[in-house]
């Protein structure tokens, strides 16, 4: 029988910091993925981009010392390290249609084993869609990610064999990070990149039901 501990959202935000290079130029989109900039490993360079046009944004406002006049997409308070900039909405998607962000990270709806992405719309009568810059992000950037709880509240997979959810890019998601497991999308399905202690490989297929090759 598995016995096994969920990740924590920081402990999640922090798992992907650690596999985002040195250098990198990212944006976090909205949500959950915004609290990597509180995990980013100490001595690493990471220029973050928000899509309302801010570039070298850091960590989150100590409460008390938040500034309502600077926030990202998100709305959410944000902080700006030395050399940080602001610039236009025009400029700011530039940089991202234009290949210029090394990684997006995104939450997400679903996800194919072949990495098609659903984020924006559950497509259900009464439902806000919000769309935002997502589907320039999915498509511009040179990597997109994506971080999730791996089941729904009802326990349905979001790892899924095919999006039953209005799409917001195909094939664009290259690794996805869950509260259980890290995955990576490939044309022939999901491979496993790791997974928490105590998680057969087993109780993993049969959580998400579909195949999951090892790293070899």
Same mark, same amino acid.
């Given at each position: 029988?598995?016995?096994?501990?969920?990740?924590?959202?920081?402990?999640?935000?922090?798992?992907?910091?650690?596999?985002?290079?040195?250098?990198?130029?990212?944006?976090?989109?909205?949500?959950?993925?915004?609290?990597?900039?509180?995990?980013?490993?100490?001595?690493?360079?990471?220029?973050?981009?928000?899509?309302?046009?801010?570039?070298? %944004?850091?960590?989150?406002?100590?409460?008390?010392?938040?500034?309502?006049?600077?926030?990202?997409?998100?709305?959410?308070?944000?902080?700006?390290?030395?050399?940080?900039?602001?610039?236009?909405?025009?400029?700011?998607?530039? %940089? %991202?249609?234009?290949?210029?962000?090394?990684?997006?990270?995104?939450?997400?709806?679903?996800?194919?084993?072949?990495?098609?992405?659903?984020?924006?719309?559950?497509?259900?009568?009464?439902?806000?869609?919000?769309?935002?810059?997502?589907?320039?992000?999915?498509?511009?950037?040179?990597?997109?990610?994506? %971080?999730?709880?791996?089941?729904?509240?009802?326990?349905?997979?979001?790892?899924?064999?095919?999006?039953?959810?209005?799409?917001?890019?195909?094939?664009?998601?290259?690794?996805?990070?869950?509260?259980?497991?890290?995955?990576?999308?490939?044309?022939?399905?999901?491979?496993?990149?790791?997974?928490?202690?105590?998680?057969?490989?087993?109780?993993?297929?049969?959580?998400?039901?579909?195949?999951?090759?090892?790293?070899?």
């Amino acid at each position: 029988m598995s016995s096994y501990q969920r990740r924590s959202k920081d402990d999640l935000a922090r798992r992907v910091a650690q596999d985002i290079p040195d250098g990198s130029y990212v944006n976090l989109g909205i949500g959950q993925p915004t609290l990597v900039a509180n995990h980013i490993p100490a001595g690493r360079e990471v220029i973050l981009h928000s899509e309302n046009g801010i570039l070298g %944004m850091g960590p989150a406002p100590a409460p008390g010392l938040e500034d309502y006049d600077l926030i990202n997409a998100g709305k959410q308070p944000v902080t700006l390290l030395p050399g940080g900039a602001f610039f236009h909405h025009a400029d700011s998607f530039g %940089m %991202m249609r234009g290949g210029h962000l090394d990684v997006c990270v995104l939450g997400a709806f679903q996800v194919s084993a072949q990495g098609d992405l659903a984020n924006w719309s559950t497509g259900e009568p009464g439902a806000i869609p919000a769309v935002g810059g997502a589907m320039d992000l999915a498509v511009g950037a040179r990597q997109t990610w994506v %971080m999730m709880d791996l089941l729904t509240r009802d326990g349905q997979s979001k790892l899924v064999a095919r999006c039953s959810y209005p799409l917001t890019g195909l094939a664009c998601v290259k690794r996805v990070y869950t509260d259980l497991a890290t995955f990576e999308c490939t044309a022939d399905g999901l491979v496993l990149v790791d997974a928490v202690d105590g998680l057969s490989h087993a109780e993993l297929e049969r959580l998400t039901g579909l195949p999951i090759a090892q790293k070899p």
